[in-house]
């Protein structure tokens, strides 16, 4: 049986990155994706600082909208705007962003297997196998590593003693006909999104995103959210059927065994905060594919020989996951009438200026601005 040097399994983000990274490096890489084409099933905004864009080279004809401001409401209607001279993120094509990363891998040299869903991974003394249910058949594929990013739910981390992430919230999106409404809006409303908080984001051509992600049920926080939106003629129209998936708030135990790494959403590598996941997942494939390129090297794929993986990830976000799960469980224990109180009380303490600051803003860097947001809001 042909030994392989890298299979992933996954063709998300992080699993494209890591898959494009080795390949460039010379290394014969394999990505298997259940699904049958890039983009099925995918459940995300779509929204990226201009950091991530420039820093991992994404085309800049992925970019939908550009987006500098940002409308913040409490349940009482009250908001607060942030808006910054310059875009600091944009709303991209998200299904194309899969393309368009699996495009940069295969240019590179890495093959793509569609419609083959891993179901077990078994490290052995020489090599990893890989079982695939195929749409017809089962097969067996062999590495010398493999590669975990499956974005989350999958069961494979567990199988493999790694562990799971028990804290979560559930999202869902659906795409809708806008009027009129040309910035980004954030709702905050214990009622509706229990835990949580829902949006709606202008993409283009009359067309938005509305989304949500909650502690309680996704799809009637999705169909009561979007009767108000409606009532409220932000929105004309659902344009098609809503998606739903789930969002890690903490990472995973464990994310490095005996010839296998877990990266990207399957290792909880996400912003707690607002539950994006693509830049930290980009970063963290980065960091993978560095060790694995070392690992090659040392022809040394044991635990031990991959733990730099594990520490590296965490000295870089542990920071960030950890004041990002406190800061949104302490918004998730506020009631409707603490969270309104919270917005009048940022509003004269002149919050969405100290937002807006660029010293202490980053689109995906949190924790420095919510230590001094709690700083200038005590005693709340
Ligand atoms: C409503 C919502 C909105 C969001 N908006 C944003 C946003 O605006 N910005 C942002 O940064 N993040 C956002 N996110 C989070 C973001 O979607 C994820 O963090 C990101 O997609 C994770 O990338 P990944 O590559 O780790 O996993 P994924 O993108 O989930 O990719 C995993 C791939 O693995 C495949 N797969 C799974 N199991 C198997 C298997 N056993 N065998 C083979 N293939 C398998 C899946 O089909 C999938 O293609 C949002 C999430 C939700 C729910």
Redesign the pocket.
Known sequence: MMLHDIII???????SRIAQRLSQLGYGVVV????LSFG?????????SQECLSAFGLDNGLVLRQASSAKFLAPSGEYFRLCRQSPVAAIVDRARL?VHLAEMAEASGARYLFG????DILPQADAVEVRINGQSDETVLRAKAAVI????G?T?PARLGLGEIKQFVL???VQVAINGIDEVEVYFDQKLTPGGFAWLVPTTDGRGLV???TRGQADSSLENLLTSLSAQGKIASNQAAPSY???PLKPLPRTCADRVLV????AG??KPTT?????Y?LLCADIAAGVLQQAFKADDFSVKGLAAYEDRWRARLNRELVIGYWARTLLANLSNRRIDRLFRLAGKKGLAELIADGNSFSFDWHGRLLLKMVGSLLPF
């Open positions: 399994v996954g063709a998300g983000p992080a699993g298997v994706e259940k699904n099925d099933d995918i459940c995300c905004t779509g929204i990226l899969n083959a869903k891993a179901s990013s499956t974005g989350f999958s494979l999202g869902a999106q989304g949500l992600l998936d789930v969002v990266v990207g959403e399957a590598q996400v539950g994006g996941g693509i830049y997942g």
